[in-house]
Protein backbone atom coordinates (compact mmCIF):
# COMPACT_ATOMS: atom_id res chain seq x y z
CA UNK A 1 0.00 0.00 0.00
CA UNK A 2 1.34 3.58 -0.58
CA UNK A 3 2.50 5.39 2.41
CA UNK A 4 0.72 8.85 3.06
CA UNK A 5 2.36 11.14 5.63
CA UNK A 6 0.42 11.48 8.95
CA UNK A 7 -2.66 13.97 9.41
CA UNK A 8 -2.46 15.44 12.28
CA UNK A 9 -5.99 17.09 11.71
CA UNK A 10 -8.92 14.35 12.86
CA UNK A 11 -12.76 15.97 12.03
CA UNK A 12 -14.93 15.08 14.97
CA UNK A 13 -18.09 14.03 14.37
CA UNK A 14 -25.56 3.59 17.85
CA UNK A 15 -25.91 0.78 16.61
CA UNK A 16 -27.60 -2.25 17.62
CA UNK A 17 -26.63 -6.01 17.78
CA UNK A 18 -28.00 -7.82 14.99
CA UNK A 19 -30.72 -9.44 16.91
CA UNK A 20 -31.70 -6.24 18.72
CA UNK A 21 -34.78 -4.37 16.92
CA UNK A 22 -35.67 -0.87 17.13
CA UNK A 23 -38.91 0.84 18.31
CA UNK A 24 -41.36 0.81 15.55
CA UNK A 25 -42.63 3.97 13.83
CA UNK A 26 -46.04 6.36 14.24
CA UNK A 27 -47.51 5.79 10.55
CA UNK A 28 -48.30 2.95 8.36
CA UNK A 29 -46.35 2.29 5.54
CA UNK A 30 -42.64 3.68 4.61
CA UNK A 31 -42.71 7.75 4.44
CA UNK A 32 -39.42 9.17 3.43
CA UNK A 33 -38.40 12.25 4.53
CA UNK A 34 -35.01 14.27 3.58
CA UNK A 35 -33.83 15.78 6.63
CA UNK A 36 -32.71 19.90 5.90
CA UNK A 37 -30.89 21.69 8.90
CA UNK A 38 -30.81 18.97 11.30
CA UNK A 39 -36.81 19.06 7.40
CA UNK A 40 -38.05 18.38 5.00
CA UNK A 41 -41.59 17.93 2.70
CA UNK A 42 -42.43 13.84 1.81
CA UNK A 43 -44.82 12.33 0.25
CA UNK A 44 -46.57 9.12 -0.12
CA UNK A 45 -45.21 5.83 -1.91
CA UNK A 46 -43.93 5.90 -5.65
CA UNK A 47 -43.87 9.28 -5.68
CA UNK A 48 -41.34 11.82 -5.97
CA UNK A 49 -39.87 13.74 -3.18
CA UNK A 50 -38.41 17.08 -3.47
CA UNK A 51 -36.43 18.09 -0.15
CA UNK A 52 -33.45 20.91 0.62
CA UNK A 53 -30.03 19.70 0.68
CA UNK A 54 -29.07 19.17 4.26
CA UNK A 55 -26.06 20.81 6.02
CA UNK A 56 -27.18 24.39 4.57
CA UNK A 57 -27.45 27.47 7.24
CA UNK A 58 -30.70 28.45 7.77
CA UNK A 59 -31.43 31.54 5.65
CA UNK A 60 -34.35 33.10 8.40
CA UNK A 61 -32.24 33.12 11.24
CA UNK A 62 -30.43 36.71 11.52
CA UNK A 63 -27.02 37.11 12.81
CA UNK A 64 -28.39 38.30 16.03
CA UNK A 65 -29.90 35.01 17.00
CA UNK A 66 -26.81 33.36 15.47
CA UNK A 67 -24.97 35.70 17.98
CA UNK A 68 -27.41 34.21 20.74
CA UNK A 69 -26.99 30.95 20.40
CA UNK A 70 -24.88 29.13 22.56
CA UNK A 71 -22.38 27.40 20.61
CA UNK A 72 -19.66 24.79 21.88
CA UNK A 73 -16.76 24.87 19.03
CA UNK A 74 -14.56 22.07 20.43
CA UNK A 75 -14.38 18.68 18.90
CA UNK A 76 -16.34 15.91 20.60
CA UNK A 77 -15.66 11.96 20.71
CA UNK A 78 -18.30 10.03 21.27
CA UNK A 79 -17.83 7.49 23.64
CA UNK A 80 -15.31 10.21 25.62
CA UNK A 81 -16.89 13.41 25.81
CA UNK A 82 -20.28 13.50 27.35
CA UNK A 83 -23.60 15.93 26.60
CA UNK A 84 -24.14 17.81 29.24
CA UNK A 85 -28.26 18.64 29.86
CA UNK A 86 -29.42 20.51 27.32
CA UNK A 87 -26.98 20.25 24.68
CA UNK A 88 -26.76 18.59 21.00
CA UNK A 89 -24.59 17.93 18.45
CA UNK A 90 -23.96 19.70 15.05
CA UNK A 91 -21.80 18.30 12.43
CA UNK A 92 -19.02 20.40 11.47
CA UNK A 93 -20.28 21.50 7.90
CA UNK A 94 -16.56 22.44 6.22
CA UNK A 95 -15.46 19.07 6.63
CA UNK A 96 -18.08 17.63 4.48
CA UNK A 97 -17.98 18.09 0.81
CA UNK A 98 -21.47 16.36 0.40
CA UNK A 99 -24.59 15.61 3.68
CA UNK A 100 -27.81 14.76 3.52
CA UNK A 101 -30.05 12.73 5.55
CA UNK A 102 -33.45 11.00 5.29
CA UNK A 103 -35.47 9.14 7.61
CA UNK A 104 -38.89 6.55 7.39
CA UNK A 105 -41.71 5.50 8.96
CA UNK A 106 -39.86 2.37 9.69
CA UNK A 107 -36.39 1.86 10.10
CA UNK A 108 -33.92 0.18 7.54
CA UNK A 109 -31.32 -1.41 9.29
CA UNK A 110 -30.11 -3.06 6.40
CA UNK A 111 -29.58 -2.23 3.02
CA UNK A 112 -27.53 -2.04 -0.36
CA UNK A 113 -26.21 0.45 -3.03
CA UNK A 114 -27.34 -0.59 -6.65
CA UNK A 115 -24.63 -0.21 -9.33
CA UNK A 116 -25.95 2.17 -12.17
CA UNK A 117 -25.39 3.13 -15.93
CA UNK A 118 -24.10 6.37 -15.23
CA UNK A 119 -20.14 5.08 -15.30
CA UNK A 120 -17.57 5.23 -12.68
CA UNK A 121 -15.44 7.94 -10.98
CA UNK A 122 -18.03 10.87 -11.00
CA UNK A 123 -16.95 13.76 -9.10
CA UNK A 124 -19.97 15.82 -10.55
CA UNK A 125 -22.94 17.15 -8.88
CA UNK A 126 -25.80 16.99 -8.18
CA UNK A 127 -25.04 12.98 -7.46
CA UNK A 128 -27.63 10.40 -8.32
CA UNK A 129 -27.81 6.97 -6.71
CA UNK A 130 -29.65 3.46 -6.68
CA UNK A 131 -30.31 1.36 -3.60
CA UNK A 132 -32.37 -0.66 -2.01
CA UNK A 133 -33.49 -1.73 1.70
CA UNK A 134 -35.76 -3.74 3.75
CA UNK A 135 -37.53 -2.30 6.46
CA UNK A 136 -38.21 -3.61 10.24
CA UNK A 137 -41.98 -3.03 10.90
CA UNK A 138 -42.79 -5.38 13.86
CA UNK A 139 -45.77 -7.02 15.95
CA UNK A 140 -49.05 -6.47 14.41
CA UNK A 141 -47.74 -4.26 11.64
CA UNK A 142 -45.33 -6.60 10.31
CA UNK A 143 -47.10 -7.26 7.01
CA UNK A 144 -46.47 -3.49 6.36
CA UNK A 145 -42.70 -4.83 5.45
CA UNK A 146 -40.88 -4.01 2.22
CA UNK A 147 -37.95 -4.07 0.02
CA UNK A 148 -37.90 -0.46 -1.00
CA UNK A 149 -36.14 0.27 -4.59
CA UNK A 150 -34.72 4.10 -4.07
CA UNK A 151 -33.49 6.27 -6.30
CA UNK A 152 -32.02 9.51 -5.28
CA UNK A 153 -31.03 12.54 -7.21
CA UNK A 154 -30.33 15.98 -6.86
CA UNK A 155 -27.85 15.10 -4.34
CA UNK A 156 -25.84 18.58 -4.33
CA UNK A 157 -22.37 19.40 -2.99
CA UNK A 158 -21.96 22.17 0.43
CA UNK A 159 -22.48 25.36 -0.13
CA UNK A 160 -19.55 27.03 0.81
CA UNK A 161 -19.08 30.64 1.41
CA UNK A 162 -17.11 32.12 -1.40
CA UNK A 163 -14.63 34.35 -1.11
CA UNK A 164 -15.03 38.57 -1.56
CA UNK A 165 -13.15 39.10 -4.03
CA UNK A 166 -13.82 36.28 -6.41
CA UNK A 167 -16.25 37.14 -9.57
CA UNK A 168 -16.01 33.26 -10.64
CA UNK A 169 -19.60 32.00 -12.01
CA UNK A 170 -18.46 28.75 -13.63
CA UNK A 171 -20.02 26.87 -11.13
CA UNK A 172 -23.17 24.63 -12.42
CA UNK A 173 -26.38 26.02 -11.36
CA UNK A 174 -27.03 22.01 -11.28
CA UNK A 175 -25.57 22.10 -8.10
CA UNK A 176 -27.88 24.25 -5.94
CA UNK A 177 -30.30 21.36 -6.91
CA UNK A 178 -32.87 20.02 -4.62
CA UNK A 179 -32.92 16.33 -3.78
CA UNK A 180 -35.12 13.92 -5.06
CA UNK A 181 -36.39 10.58 -3.72
CA UNK A 182 -38.27 8.24 -5.32
CA UNK A 183 -39.52 5.09 -4.29
CA UNK A 184 -41.36 1.94 -5.57
CA UNK A 185 -41.55 -1.68 -3.10
CA UNK A 186 -42.08 -5.08 -3.05
CA UNK A 187 -44.03 -6.21 -0.22
CA UNK A 188 -42.57 -8.56 2.63
CA UNK A 189 -44.82 -10.81 5.35
CA UNK A 190 -42.01 -10.16 7.99
CA UNK A 191 -39.25 -7.98 8.97
CA UNK A 192 -36.16 -7.81 6.86
CA UNK A 193 -33.17 -9.04 9.02
CA UNK A 194 -30.44 -8.55 6.15
CA UNK A 195 -30.29 -7.29 2.38
CA UNK A 196 -28.22 -7.73 -0.32
CA UNK A 197 -28.30 -6.72 -4.28
CA UNK A 198 -26.45 -8.13 -7.17
CA UNK A 199 -26.51 -7.98 -10.58
CA UNK A 200 -26.41 -10.30 -14.01
CA UNK A 201 -25.05 -8.40 -16.99
CA UNK A 202 -26.32 -8.12 -20.39
CA UNK A 203 -25.06 -9.05 -23.48
CA UNK A 204 -26.34 -6.59 -24.86
CA UNK A 205 -25.44 -3.27 -24.06
CA UNK A 206 -28.62 -1.31 -24.70
CA UNK A 207 -30.00 -3.50 -21.91
CA UNK A 208 -29.84 -2.92 -18.19
CA UNK A 209 -28.49 -5.50 -16.29
CA UNK A 210 -30.65 -7.72 -14.25
CA UNK A 211 -30.99 -6.75 -10.44
CA UNK A 212 -31.48 -9.30 -8.11
CA UNK A 213 -31.96 -8.57 -4.36
CA UNK A 214 -31.97 -11.14 -1.86
CA UNK A 215 -33.51 -10.98 1.43
CA UNK A 216 -33.22 -12.24 4.58
CA UNK A 217 -36.05 -12.49 6.79
CA UNK A 218 -37.23 -13.22 10.69
CA UNK A 219 -39.07 -15.66 9.64
CA UNK A 220 -36.22 -17.90 8.41
CA UNK A 221 -36.97 -17.68 4.81
CA UNK A 222 -34.41 -16.05 2.32
CA UNK A 223 -36.44 -13.91 -0.30
CA UNK A 224 -34.88 -13.46 -4.14
CA UNK A 225 -36.48 -10.63 -6.03
CA UNK A 226 -36.30 -9.14 -9.59
CA UNK A 227 -35.98 -5.21 -9.08
CA UNK A 228 -34.78 -4.70 -12.88
CA UNK A 229 -38.77 -3.35 -13.66
CA UNK A 230 -38.46 -1.26 -10.32
CA UNK A 231 -35.11 0.19 -11.44
CA UNK A 232 -35.73 1.29 -15.34
CA UNK A 233 -39.57 2.57 -13.96
CA UNK A 234 -37.65 5.54 -12.54
CA UNK A 235 -35.97 6.40 -15.80
CA UNK A 236 -38.65 5.32 -18.21
CA UNK A 237 -41.67 7.55 -18.33
CA UNK A 238 -44.88 5.43 -18.34
CA UNK A 239 -42.95 2.56 -16.83
CA UNK A 240 -45.65 0.20 -15.02
CA UNK A 241 -44.03 -2.30 -12.22
CA UNK A 242 -47.50 -5.09 -12.00
CA UNK A 243 -47.98 -6.89 -8.89
CA UNK A 244 -46.49 -10.28 -10.51
CA UNK A 245 -43.41 -8.61 -11.17
CA UNK A 246 -42.90 -7.39 -7.35
CA UNK A 247 -43.37 -11.55 -6.55
CA UNK A 248 -40.08 -13.09 -5.52
CA UNK A 249 -38.54 -15.20 -8.05
CA UNK A 250 -37.98 -17.89 -5.18
CA UNK A 251 -38.68 -18.06 -1.30
CA UNK A 252 -35.74 -20.25 0.04
CA UNK A 253 -36.70 -22.08 3.16
CA UNK A 254 -33.98 -23.98 3.89
CA UNK A 255 -33.05 -22.33 7.60
CA UNK A 256 -34.59 -23.70 10.57
CA UNK A 257 -33.58 -20.48 12.45
CA UNK A 258 -33.14 -16.80 11.50
CA UNK A 259 -30.36 -15.43 10.06
CA UNK A 260 -28.28 -12.17 9.21
CA UNK A 261 -25.45 -14.05 6.97
CA UNK A 262 -25.56 -13.59 3.15
CA UNK A 263 -23.58 -12.60 -0.16
CA UNK A 264 -23.77 -12.56 -3.14
CA UNK A 265 -20.79 -13.95 -5.64
CA UNK A 266 -19.18 -11.49 -7.56
CA UNK A 267 -17.52 -14.11 -9.96
CA UNK A 268 -20.76 -16.24 -10.73
CA UNK A 269 -23.06 -13.92 -13.08
CA UNK A 270 -25.85 -15.91 -12.85
CA UNK A 271 -26.29 -15.69 -9.44
CA UNK A 272 -24.81 -17.70 -6.47
CA UNK A 273 -25.89 -17.20 -2.98
CA UNK A 274 -24.58 -17.65 0.82
CA UNK A 275 -26.41 -17.60 3.77
CA UNK A 276 -25.68 -18.25 7.60
CA UNK A 277 -28.13 -18.46 10.38
CA UNK A 278 -28.31 -18.36 14.41
CA UNK A 279 -27.84 -22.64 14.22
CA UNK A 280 -24.21 -21.98 12.67
CA UNK A 281 -25.15 -23.43 8.97
CA UNK A 282 -24.31 -22.49 6.00
CA UNK A 283 -26.16 -22.77 2.52
CA UNK A 284 -25.03 -22.58 -0.61
CA UNK A 285 -27.94 -21.47 -3.63
CA UNK A 286 -26.79 -21.33 -7.33
CA UNK A 287 -29.40 -20.46 -10.17
CA UNK A 288 -29.46 -22.98 -12.96
CA UNK A 289 -29.07 -22.51 -16.29
CA UNK A 290 -33.08 -22.59 -16.71
CA UNK A 291 -33.77 -19.90 -14.30
CA UNK A 292 -34.33 -21.88 -11.96
CA UNK A 293 -32.80 -21.73 -7.77
CA UNK A 294 -31.39 -24.75 -6.38
CA UNK A 295 -30.02 -25.09 -2.88
CA UNK A 296 -27.59 -27.94 -1.77
CA UNK A 297 -28.93 -30.53 0.75
CA UNK A 298 -25.75 -30.43 2.63
CA UNK A 299 -24.93 -27.40 5.08
CA UNK A 300 -21.59 -26.04 5.61
CA UNK A 301 -20.85 -27.11 9.28
CA UNK A 302 -17.70 -25.83 11.81
CA UNK A 303 -19.13 -23.18 13.77
CA UNK A 304 -20.31 -23.56 17.54
CA UNK A 305 -22.70 -20.45 17.72
CA UNK A 306 -24.44 -18.74 15.04
CA UNK A 307 -23.00 -17.10 11.81
CA UNK A 308 -23.14 -13.33 11.75
CA UNK A 309 -21.42 -12.84 8.32
CA UNK A 310 -20.24 -14.76 5.11
CA UNK A 311 -18.51 -13.18 2.38
CA UNK A 312 -17.58 -14.69 -0.96
CA UNK A 313 -13.41 -14.52 -1.85
CA UNK A 314 -13.06 -11.80 -4.27
CA UNK A 315 -10.80 -13.60 -6.53
CA UNK A 316 -11.47 -17.20 -6.41
CA UNK A 317 -15.04 -18.77 -7.13
CA UNK A 318 -14.63 -21.27 -4.66
CA UNK A 319 -13.72 -19.74 -1.54
CA UNK A 320 -15.19 -18.41 0.78
CA UNK A 321 -15.40 -17.25 4.92
CA UNK A 322 -17.17 -16.88 7.72
CA UNK A 323 -17.80 -14.98 11.26
CA UNK A 324 -19.29 -16.11 14.12
CA UNK A 325 -20.56 -15.53 17.85
CA UNK A 326 -18.12 -18.36 18.89
CA UNK A 327 -14.70 -15.74 18.31
CA UNK A 328 -13.66 -17.48 14.93
CA UNK A 329 -13.53 -16.91 11.30
CA UNK A 330 -13.25 -19.99 9.02
CA UNK A 331 -11.97 -19.80 5.31
CA UNK A 332 -14.10 -22.48 3.52
CA UNK A 333 -13.39 -24.34 0.27
CA UNK A 334 -17.01 -25.27 -1.61
CA UNK A 335 -15.21 -27.96 -3.53
CA UNK A 336 -14.44 -30.19 -0.16
CA UNK A 337 -16.72 -32.85 -0.05
CA UNK A 338 -16.69 -32.90 3.68
CA UNK A 339 -18.05 -29.36 3.94
CA UNK A 340 -15.51 -28.44 7.03
CA UNK A 341 -13.58 -25.31 7.01
CA UNK A 342 -10.17 -25.56 5.87
CA UNK A 343 -8.45 -22.61 8.12
CA UNK A 344 -10.36 -21.41 11.27
CA UNK A 345 -8.76 -18.66 13.38
CA UNK A 346 -9.81 -17.51 16.77
CA UNK A 347 -9.57 -13.44 16.04
CA UNK A 348 -11.57 -12.31 19.06
CA UNK A 349 -12.65 -13.45 22.85
CA UNK A 350 -15.97 -11.85 21.72
CA UNK A 351 -18.46 -12.40 18.71
CA UNK A 352 -17.00 -11.59 15.38
CA UNK A 353 -19.95 -9.71 13.66
CA UNK A 354 -18.44 -8.67 10.64
CA UNK A 355 -16.02 -8.70 7.87
CA UNK A 356 -14.89 -7.44 4.93
CA UNK A 357 -12.58 -8.95 2.19
CA UNK A 358 -10.30 -6.38 0.02
CA UNK A 359 -10.99 -6.20 -3.32
CA UNK A 360 -7.91 -4.25 -4.32
CA UNK A 361 -5.36 -6.60 -1.96
CA UNK A 362 -6.86 -9.90 -1.70
CA UNK A 363 -4.99 -11.32 0.66
CA UNK A 364 -6.41 -8.63 3.43
CA UNK A 365 -9.67 -9.25 5.63
CA UNK A 366 -10.86 -7.34 8.35
CA UNK A 367 -13.09 -8.26 10.95
CA UNK A 368 -15.04 -6.04 13.38
CA UNK A 369 -16.16 -7.33 17.07
CA UNK A 370 -18.62 -7.09 19.95
CA UNK A 371 -15.83 -5.74 22.19
CA UNK A 372 -15.56 -2.70 19.65
CA UNK A 373 -12.11 -3.83 17.95
CA UNK A 374 -11.52 -4.10 14.82
CA UNK A 375 -8.67 -5.70 13.17
CA UNK A 376 -6.74 -6.37 9.66
CA UNK A 377 -5.89 -9.59 9.04
CA UNK A 378 -3.10 -11.06 6.61
CA UNK A 379 -4.62 -14.39 5.18
CA UNK A 380 -1.08 -16.00 3.19
CA UNK A 381 -0.42 -16.27 7.76
CA UNK A 382 -3.78 -18.22 8.18
CA UNK A 383 -2.86 -22.14 7.20
CA UNK A 384 -4.54 -24.73 7.74
CA UNK A 385 -3.92 -27.20 10.62
CA UNK A 386 -0.69 -30.01 10.26
CA UNK A 387 -1.11 -32.19 12.71
CA UNK A 388 0.19 -30.31 16.12
CA UNK A 389 -1.89 -27.07 17.17
CA UNK A 390 -0.99 -24.43 14.65
CA UNK A 391 -0.11 -21.00 16.51
CA UNK A 392 -2.58 -18.16 16.09
CA UNK A 393 -1.59 -15.73 13.52
CA UNK A 394 -1.45 -11.85 14.67
CA UNK A 395 -3.35 -9.08 12.97
CA UNK A 396 -1.28 -6.63 10.73
CA UNK A 397 -3.76 -3.73 12.45
CA UNK A 398 -5.53 -3.64 15.19
CA UNK A 399 -7.79 -0.87 16.80
CA UNK A 400 -9.80 -0.57 19.98
CA UNK A 401 -10.96 2.84 19.27
CA UNK A 402 -14.41 2.17 19.70
CA UNK A 403 -16.13 1.48 22.60
CA UNK A 404 -19.47 -0.42 21.90
CA UNK A 405 -19.86 -3.49 19.24
CA UNK A 406 -18.55 -2.91 15.51
CA UNK A 407 -21.70 -3.48 13.52
CA UNK A 408 -20.31 -3.15 9.93
CA UNK A 409 -17.03 -3.01 8.33
CA UNK A 410 -16.17 -2.46 4.30
CA UNK A 411 -13.15 -1.62 2.32
CA UNK A 412 -13.28 1.13 0.09
CA UNK A 413 -13.68 -0.43 -2.96
CA UNK A 414 -10.88 1.04 -5.21
CA UNK A 415 -8.63 2.34 -2.42
CA UNK A 416 -6.60 -1.21 -0.47
CA UNK A 417 -5.92 1.20 2.35
CA UNK A 418 -9.24 2.97 3.20
CA UNK A 419 -11.98 1.39 5.44
CA UNK A 420 -14.83 2.71 6.86
CA UNK A 421 -16.20 1.10 10.29
CA UNK A 422 -20.39 1.92 11.90
CA UNK A 423 -20.17 0.76 15.46
CA UNK A 424 -22.78 0.86 18.60
CA UNK A 425 -21.26 3.79 20.03
CA UNK A 426 -23.13 6.16 17.52
CA UNK A 427 -20.33 6.97 15.35
CA UNK A 428 -19.15 6.11 11.73
CA UNK A 429 -15.41 6.17 11.44
CA UNK A 430 -13.02 6.19 7.96
CA UNK A 431 -9.57 4.98 8.93
CA UNK A 432 -6.43 5.30 6.32
CA UNK A 433 -4.04 2.19 7.39
CA UNK A 434 -1.31 3.74 4.73
CA UNK A 435 -0.67 6.13 7.58
CA UNK A 436 1.98 5.33 9.61
CA UNK A 437 3.59 6.87 13.00
CA UNK A 438 6.89 7.46 13.73
CA UNK A 439 8.61 6.32 16.82
CA UNK A 440 9.11 9.59 17.89
CA UNK A 441 4.93 11.02 17.25
CA UNK A 442 2.90 10.78 20.07
CA UNK A 443 0.00 8.07 19.81
CA UNK A 444 -2.44 11.19 20.45
CA UNK A 445 -3.87 12.81 17.32
CA UNK A 446 -4.43 16.36 17.11
CA UNK A 447 -4.31 16.53 20.96
CA UNK A 448 -6.89 13.91 21.64
CA UNK A 449 -5.94 11.58 23.44
CA UNK A 450 -5.81 7.67 22.26
CA UNK A 451 -6.74 9.08 18.86
CA UNK A 452 -4.66 6.82 15.99
CA UNK A 453 -3.40 8.69 13.77
CA UNK A 454 -4.46 6.47 11.13
CA UNK A 455 -8.32 7.70 11.69
CA UNK A 456 -9.44 10.18 9.54
CA UNK A 457 -13.12 10.91 10.09
CA UNK A 458 -15.57 10.52 12.86
CA UNK A 459 -19.18 10.74 11.33
CA UNK A 460 -21.89 11.37 14.35
CA UNK A 461 -24.84 9.25 13.43
CA UNK A 462 -27.57 7.74 16.31
CA UNK A 463 -28.07 4.13 15.91
CA UNK A 464 -26.08 3.18 12.83
CA UNK A 465 -26.43 -0.17 11.73
CA UNK A 466 -24.60 -0.69 8.05
CA UNK A 467 -22.37 1.42 5.84
CA UNK A 468 -21.39 0.85 2.28
CA UNK A 469 -19.12 2.90 -0.28
CA UNK A 470 -20.77 3.72 -3.34
CA UNK A 471 -18.35 1.89 -5.86
CA UNK A 472 -19.26 4.98 -8.62
CA UNK A 473 -18.60 7.99 -6.63
CA UNK A 474 -15.45 8.11 -4.87
CA UNK A 475 -15.89 8.93 -1.44
CA UNK A 476 -19.61 8.28 -1.32
CA UNK A 477 -20.57 6.95 1.99
CA UNK A 478 -24.39 5.74 3.07
CA UNK A 479 -25.43 4.51 6.03
CA UNK A 480 -28.81 3.37 7.89
CA UNK A 481 -29.37 3.35 11.65
CA UNK A 482 -32.18 3.45 13.38
CA UNK A 483 -32.86 6.88 12.88
CA UNK A 484 -32.96 7.14 9.25
CA UNK A 485 -30.31 7.00 5.99
CA UNK A 486 -27.03 9.45 5.86
CA UNK A 487 -25.58 10.28 2.60
CA UNK A 488 -21.90 11.96 3.12
CA UNK A 489 -18.75 12.72 1.24
CA UNK A 490 -15.78 14.09 3.49
CA UNK A 491 -12.93 16.43 2.43
CA UNK A 492 -10.94 13.49 3.63
CA UNK A 493 -11.51 11.14 1.25
Given at each position: MAKRAADTDVQGADSMKKGERPMQGHNGGV??????????????????????????????????SRDAMDVDQQTFMPGRNKLEAGQSLAPDTSAY?????????????????????????RKAYPATLYAVAGTQAEGKRKRENEVMVMKLSGLSRMQRIQDEDSDDEDDDDDEDAEPILETKSTPLSSTANRIRAHQCPSSDSSIPPKTLTATMTEASEVLIHDITPHLSAFDVPGTIVTPQQSKPLATLRMHSDEGYAIDWSSLVPQGKLLTGDNNGKIFITSCTDGGNWTTDDKPFIGHQSSVEDVQWSPNERSVFASASSDGTVKIWDVRSKSHKPAVSVTVSDTDVNVLSWSHQTTHLLATGADDGQWAVWDLRQWKPPSGGSSPKPKSIASYNFHKEQITSIEWHPTDDSI???????????????????????????????????????????????????????PGCVMATGNSGFGIFKTISV
Open positions: DVDFDDDFEDEFESEDEIFEAGADGQPDQGVDEEEMLHTLTTTWPCLSFDIVKDQFGSGISVAAGDNTLTLWDLAVELDDEESKDTAGVKDVPPQLLFVHYMEQVKECHWHPQI
